[in-house]
C-alpha cells in the first residue's frame, strides 16, 4: 500500500522560502507523474504542481515563476521548492499521483504566510 508523507510546512514571513518534501513509501515515482495540491478551509483542494516522468513541469498561474517541483526517483521523493511566499499561498499542502487517488491522501503539511 502506498504512504505519502508531506513534511516541511511552517509559519514563514511574505516574501519568505520554505521547502516541501513528500516521501512515498512506495516506488510510485517511477510510474506515475506526481503533483503538489493546497487547500484552504472552505475552498476546493487545487493543483499548484506537477512533474512528469520524462522531468518536464507545470504549474498553476498563481505560482508560477515563484514554486518549483522537483523529484528524487531514487529516494522516492518529490519537493517543492517555494519563494516569494504572499499570504494567500497560505494551505495546507499536499501530494498526490495525477489525477490523485483518494487512498493516497496523506495528513498534508501546513504553510502559514504571515507577519
Known amino acids: 500500500q502506498v504512504q505519502l508523507v508531506e513534511s516541511g510546512g511552517g509559519l514563514v514571513q511574505p516574501g519568505g522560502s520554505l521547502r516541501l518534501s513528500c516521501a512515498a513509501s512506495?516506488?510510485?515515482?517511477?510510474?506515475?507523474?506526481m503533483g503538489w495540491y493546497r487547500q484552504t478551509p472552505g475552498k476546493q483542494r487545487e493543483l499548484v504542481a506537477s512533474?512528469?516522468?520524462?522531468?518536464?513541469?507545470n504549474y498553476a498561474d498563481s505560482v508560477k515563476g515563484r514554486f518549483t517541483i522537483s523529484r528524487d526517483n531514487a529516494k522516492n521523493t518529490v519537493y517543492l521548492q517555494m519563494d516569494s511566499l504572499k499570504p494567500e499561498d497560505t494551505a495546507v499542502y499536499y501530494c498526490n499521483i495525477l489525477p490523485p487517488r483518494g487512498n493516497y491522501w496523506g495528513q498534508g503539511t501546513q504553510v502559514t504566510v504571515s507577519s
Open positions: 512533474i512528469f516522468s520524462d522531468g518536464s513541469t
Open positions: 512506495g516506488s510510485i515515482f517511477r510510474i506515475y507523474a
